[in-house]
């Protein structure tokens, strides 16, 4: 079966040729234009430019794509439908159903955070019933848009546990990153200024919040505010400060996270725990996740750092198993309903 993957739901362009017969999986071909340099200015994604850019961008990357794919027939259309930034999602739904209609072929939407977690059975080649051994799953995604903990009961069944009522992690760390003169995207450039500047650092402390209230909530616009203070107080950042103030964050982020995991982790006693979303590229927090297998004693699942970021490739195995498991097509919706 060749399926065909189509990602739109932000400000990533992505199309994938993805084989899979039986057991055996092949990337035929895997594309993504990055909409980054476009949105800098505006400190984020300014959602009719992204439109637009994914409407320049589909039919290139498709033809592209199809040609280092030497494929000659697609079986099945898998596209995001949500959640996501809606004229984004319009575009890929309707660049997909034209391609489904004339090859007269099913088109399965897809669920954005479904797909990022279901990407960790991809790399590990798990398929069918192996799955089942896995789950219940945990499920933990950390992007700029979304931090959602979920637990998988069956692929297609999911129980939502918690999500950000304000500010999502990746949004957190844009918005300290411009305070401390950061460029958009932020959090990969502060991990790497953390990396390089290793050195002697003020001791700061900032909040953690909710992590002490027995909900699966997230709230991160307190820590934003908390570092705004910080700087607001200060007529001019030292970098011993600015190195201070950024350590302390990732530690409150690393705090919250692992704290509300671990919580879930002894209340639902799930197999597995399946991260995924932009900010699990982090090496810290990669590492931080990475514990939690030996002192819970369970399976953690850890994407590559190039399958955390939104790309077709997870859209193209996510509609796979929707459409092997014989679950409803998923309309456009913007919002987060995992």
């Keep these: 079966m060749i399926v065909l993957g ?51 961008n589909l039919p290139f990357l498709f ?76 499920c933990l995604v950390v992007s700029g848009g979304h931090t959602n903990l979920f637990l998988m009961k069956e692929i297609g069944h999911y129980q939502s546990l918690g999500k950000t009522r304000d500010d999502a992690v990746g949004e957190c760390q844009d918005k300290i990153g ?3 003169g950061f460029s958009y995207p932020a959090g990969p450039k502060i991990s790497a200024f953390l990396k390089k500047k290793k050195g002697n650092f003020l001791k700061i402390a900032l909040p953690r919040p909710m992590i002490n209230q027995k909900n699966f909530d997230f709230s991160f616009s307190g820590l934003k505010t908390a570092v705004f203070y910080e700087v607001q ?54 590492k931080e996740f990475k514990k939690l297998e030996k002192k819970e004693k369970i399976k953690v699942f850890i994407p590559q750092k190039e399958n955390c970021t939104d790309n077709a490739l997870m859209v193209a195995f996510a509609g796979y198993l929707r459409f092997q498991n014989h679950l409803p097509n998923l309309r456009i919706s913007a919002k987060e309903d995992i």
């Excluded at 990602?7 to 980054?36: A, H, M, P, R, Y």
């Excluded at 034209?98 to 991809?122: R, T, Y």
């Excluded at 107080?233 to 409150?252: D, V, Y």
Aim: net charge positive.
């Design 6 to 56: 189509i990602e739109t739901s932000c400000d990533e362009t992505g199309i994938c040729f993805l084989e899979i017969e039986k057991e055996k999986i092949k990337i035929k071909s895997n594309l993504i234009s990055s909409q980054v340099k476009f949105h800098e200015k505006y400190g984020g994604v300014y959602p009719f430019l992204a439109k637009r850019l994914h409407e320049k």
């Design 63 to 138: 033809e592209r794509a199809k040609k280092e794919a030497k494929i000659k027939k697609i079986d099945l259309v898998a596209v995001t439908t949500r959640p996501g930034l809606e004229p984004c999602l319009w575009q890929g739904f309707n660049f997909g159903k034209e391609i489904s209609k004339k090859e007269k072929i099913p088109l399965v939407g897809v669920n954005h955070l479904e797909a990022h977690v279901l990407i960790n059975f991809f790399e590990k080649k798990i398929l069918g019933e192996k799955i089942r051994k896995f789950l219940p799953g945990l």
């Design 178 to 180: 411009r305070l401390l």
């Design 233 to 286: 107080k200060r007529k001019k950042i030292s970098l011993r400060e600015k190195l201070g103030i950024l350590r302390e964050m990732f530690f409150s982020i690393r705090d919250v996270l692992i704290a509300k995991t671990e919580r879930a982790i002894k209340i639902f006693q799930p197999k597995s725990l399946l991260l995924g979303g932009g900010v699990i590229r982090d090496d810290f927090l990669r």
